[in-house]
């Protein structure tokens, strides 16, 4: 007797977890299935609209305009910004330091990307080296010693540029400085 009573415990058991595992095996079937609905009304909805769209031309003639003007608009802008570099050439200016002549002598390399700009530039060379000399020599040695003394220069000398051609700092104009040899003696 006290072993059907312990086969009857063990077959409730048994059955309780067979319960508990068929639960979750239908829980886990109704996810799928959920999932697999939801995954056919997008492919459906999706099918419908390609459908429409192909029945209607003015419809797929202007997304398709419209995706030309889009990429016709992103290609003119590329085309647009090509780098134009311009050399200024070497300059050498001489600076006063604690009772002594030190020198400067840089390469300047001009950067825009609007070819009128560039071609103004190109015909400057001679205003744009001699208002950068002027620049240059008015500096403090100690300072362009220092990697933060020549970005400033370099900023400077960027906007001593656009100030010889007369452009507007946020138009059209000289993008960039460039100093493509620095050196200090």
Do not use: C, W
Request: charged letters at 35%; glycine letters at 8%.
């Amino acid at each position: 007797m006290a072993e059907d009573e312990a086969t009857k415990k063990k077959k409730s058991a048994d059955e309780d977890q067979s319960e508990e595992s068929s639960g979750g095996k239908r829980k886990l079937i109704l996810i799928i299935l959920g999932a697999v609905l939801l995954l056919g009304i997008g492919i459906g909805a999706g099918l419908f609209a390609g459908k429409m769209m192909a029945d209607d031309p003015e419809a797929a003639e202007s997304t398709v305009a419209e995706e030309d003007e889009e990429e016709e608009s992103d290609r003119k802008k590329k085309d647009d910004r090509h780098n134009i570099y311009i050399t200024v050439g070497k300059l050498l200016a001489a600076v006063e330091h604690e009772g002594s002549t030190r020198y400067i002598q840089a390469e300047v390399d001009l950067v825009g990307y609007e070819k009128t700009v560039m071609d103004d530039a190109q015909h400057n060379v001679p205003a744009l080296r001699n208002r950068l000399l002027l620049l240059f020599a008015s500096q403090k040695f100690d300072e362009v010693r220092t990697i933060a003394g020549r970005e400033r220069l370099r900023v400077e000398s960027l906007k001593a540029v656009n100030d010889v051609l007369e452009l507007d700092p946020k138009g059209d104009r000289v993008e960039d400085v460039y100093f493509t040899a620095f050196v200090i003696q």
